[in-house]
C-alpha cells in the first residue's frame, strides 16, 4: 500500500460509515450527565467507523509482524465488546476483567517493554517488564476513555498521536509499521469531520477504548523493536497521559470513587470556565502538535538533552496545570 491509499481508504471508510451513524442517530443516542460537557443528546458509536477503516486498510497495508496483527485484531475485538458497554452499560468489574485478559495476552506473546519510559533507562528484569507493560496497556486503555469528554478532542488526540508514530517508525525505518499508524491516524480523521465543535457525532467507548489498547501497544512495539524509545511515544501523548494520570492521583488523595463519572480533568475545568469547545481544543491541538514534533526532534538527541528536554515538558505542563487551578480555585470563589 502506497502512503496516500495507507491514509485514503481509512478515512473514506471511516468518513461513510460515521455520516450514516449520524443520520441514523437511534439507539446510541449520548444522553448530557453529571459527567458531560454537552447539552443536548448526541449520536455515538463514531469509533465504530474508525475501527471499519482500520480494518478496511488492513486488506492493503504491506505484510505486518504476527504480533501486530494480534495487537489490531485485539483492539478490534476490545472495540466490539464495549460497544455492548456503549449499549448496556456493563459494571466496571467487567470492563476491567476483559481489559485484564487482553493486556496479558499481548504481554504473553511478548508486546513487553523491558525498560521505563525515561531517556536512556537501564533494563528491567523482564517480570518488571512485563508487568508494568501490563498496567501500561490497561492504563492507556482507560484514560483514553477517560479523556473523551469533549467536542473534537479523543479524535485529535488520535490523528496527531498516530500521526507523530508514523513518523517516528517511517524515521526509524519501520515502513509497514508507519502505514498502520498513518492508517489509524487517517481513520481518525474520517471521523473527526463530524466531531469537531459543535459535534455532531461522539466516538463512545466502542472507539476510545480501542484507540487507547493501540496508542499503548504501538508504543511498545515501536520501543522493543528499536524504532524510537519507550519515552518518545509517551511524550506523543502526553497531553492525555498527563491530564488522566494526575487527575486521577488527585481523587484518589481525595478519596474518591475513581470509577464514578466527574468533571474534574484538565481539560473540562476549562470548559466550564467559559473557554468553550472550540477554543480549548484548538489550544489543546497545539499542544498535541508541540509534543509530537518534539518526540520526532528528539530521537536523534544525546541522552542528555533527552533529558534536558523531558524536563522542560514536565514544566510545562506543571505550569500549565498550575494555571489552571489557579483560575478554577478563584473561579469558585466568585460563585
Not at 493486556?103 to 508494568?132: I, K, N, R
Not at 467507548?205 to 512495539?221: E, F, P, Q
Request: with cysteine; net charge positive; aromatic share 12%.
Amino acid at each position: 500500500m502506497t502512503p496516500e491509499w495507507a491514509m485514503v481508504v481509512p478515512a473514506s471508510v471511516a468518513w461513510l460509515l460515521c455520516r450514516w451513524l449520524v443520520r441514523a442517530g437511534g439507539r446510541l443516542l449520548d444522553h448530557p450527565n453529571e459527567r458531560s460537557l454537552h447539552d443536548t443528546p448526541v449520536p455515538r458509536g463514531g469509533g465504530i467507523g474508525i475501527l471499519a477503516g482500520i480494518g478496511a486498510a488492513l486488506a492493503f497495508l504491506p505484510s505486518l509482524p504476527v504480533l501486530l496483527l494480534w495487537l489490531v485484531g485485539l483492539a478490534l475485538a476490545l472495540g466490539a465488546f464495549s460497544l455492548l458497554d456503549d449499549l448496556f452499560h456493563l459494571s466496571p468489574g467487567v470492563r476491567f476483567l476483559v481489559q485484564g485478559a487482553v493486556a496479558t495476552l499481548l504481554v504473553g506473546l511478548g508486546l513487553w517493554a523491558p525498560h521505563l519510559p525515561l531517556p536512556g533507562s537501564p533494563d528491567l528484569p523482564p517480570l518488571l517488564g512485563m508487568l508494568f507493560s501490563g498496567l501500561w496497556l490497561v492504563w492507556m486503555t482507560n484514560l483514553y476513555n477517560f479523556m473523551d469528554g469533549m467536542d473534537g478532542f479523543a479524535g485529535g488526540m488520535a490523528l496527531f498521536g498516530f500521526g507523530a508514530l508514523a513518523v517516528l517508525g517511517w524515521q526509524g525505518g519501520g515502513w509497514a509499521y508507519a502505514l498502520l499508524c498513518a492508517a489509524v491516524a487517517a481513520a481518525a480523521a474520517g471521523f473527526l469531520w463530524f466531531n469537531l465543535p459543535p459535534a455532531r457525532l461522539f466516538m463512545g467507548d466502542v472507539g476510545s477504548t480501542a484507540l487507547g489498547l493501540l496508542a499503548a501497544g504501538l508504543v511498545l512495539w515501536g520501543d522493543r523493536s528499536g524504532l524510537f524509545p519507550f519515552w518518545a511515544g509517551v511524550l506523543v501523548f502526553a497531553p492525555f497521559v498527563v491530564d488522566a494520570s494526575v487527575t486521577l492521583l488527585r481523587r484518589l488523595l481525595r478519596g474518591e470513587r475513581i470509577w464514578r463519572a466527574h468533571r474534574s480533568h484538565y481539560y473540562q475545568r476549562l470548559v466550564q470556565l467559559g473557554w468553550g469547545h472550540g477554543r480549548t481544543v484548538f489550544w489543546e491541538y497545539l499542544l498535541m502538535l508541540a509534543c509530537g514534533l518534539s518526540a520526532v526532534g528528539a530521537v536523534r538527541l544525546s541522552t542528555t538533552l533527552q533529558w534536558i528536554l523531558a524536563g522542560g515538558w514536565a514544566s510545562v505542563f506543571v505550569g500549565l496545570m498550575g494555571w489552571v487551578d489557579r483560575t478554577w480555585r478563584r473561579h469558585l470563589v466568585k460563585e
